[in-house]
């Protein structure tokens, strides 16, 4: 049982470069989120996933795009990359609802330049 | 609408000494509470969560939180620390609304020898 796992764990893009952070769970969860973390401002979220097909906004969404290509995955991508979105990206997921405990990634570490 | 505020960036204590951890938060209803503990270069993990019923919650390594809705706060302790909890601990609270939970600006713990 891996949990919640993404790739990749470091990444470094130039100004105006895209990427996809790509985050996969395996137990068996409904909803998923992405969530960037930055010094002293705590975890922000990003996009979440209630259930597979569906997706949506959370506080700080723009500059990204999110993709549930199935129950167990769950990507972002950043299509033009700006300093601003340089952090520590996490990928979680709960059984349904974020009432629940939710499950953290182990993050992926982005610098734009 | 939603808030937790987390007191004190850093705390430090001594080994073997009492940790006291605090966080209020502002909600309209009654808030589901959480801790999470972040070890260095890796995700959240959940300590312990607050739903209903008793206010005294005891998690995991140790750690209680107290729930006092006259004071609206939910403050982590534990009797005596461990080099082994030193880390960084967020504070969040749901709401009720399905996916959104709100974290603290988190407090990074420092245990002296």
């Known amino acids: 049982n891996a949990g919640v796992t993404q790739t990749p764990k470091f990444q470094v893009l130039k100004t105006g470069q895209s990427m996809t952070l790509q985050c996969a769970q395996d137990?068996?969860?409904?909803?998923m989120y992405w969530y960037r973390q930055d010094p002293g401002m705590g975890l922000r979220l990003i996009y979440y996933s209630a259930s597979e097909g569906t997706t949506d906004k959370g506080e700080v969404p723009n500059g990204y795009n999110v993709s549930r290509l199935n129950k167990r995955e769950f990507s972002l991508r950043l299509e033009s990359a700006a300093p601003s979105q340089t952090s520590v990206y996490f990928c979680?997921?709960?059984?349904?609802?974020?009432?629940?405990?939710?499950?953290f990634g182990p993050g992926t570490r982005l610098t734009v330049l | 609408a939603q808030s937790v505020t987390q007191l004190g960036s850093h705390v430090s204590v001594s080994e073997g000494a009492l940790v006291l951890l605090r966080c209020n938060y502002s909600?309209?209803?009654?808030?589901?509470l959480f801790w999470y503990v972040q070890y260095p270069n890796q995700g959240l993990q959940l300590l312990l969560k607050?739903?209903?019923?008793?206010?005294l919650v005891k998690g995991i390594n140790g750690f209680e939180a107290e729930f006092k809705k006259s004071e609206t706060s939910f403050h982590l302790t534990k009797p005596s620390a461990h080099m082994s909890d030193a880390a960084e601990y967020f504070c969040?609270?749901?709401?009720?609304?399905?996916?959104?939970?709100?974290f603290g600006t988190g407090t990074k713990l420092q245990v002296i020898p």
């Open positions: 969040a609270v749901n709401s009720g609304g399905y996916q959104k939970v709100t």
């Open positions: 137990m068996n969860h409904n909803s």
């Open positions: 607050y739903t209903t019923g008793a206010t």
């Open positions: 909600s309209s209803v009654p808030p589901y």
């Open positions: 979680a997921s709960s059984i349904s609802g974020s009432y629940n405990e939710q499950f």
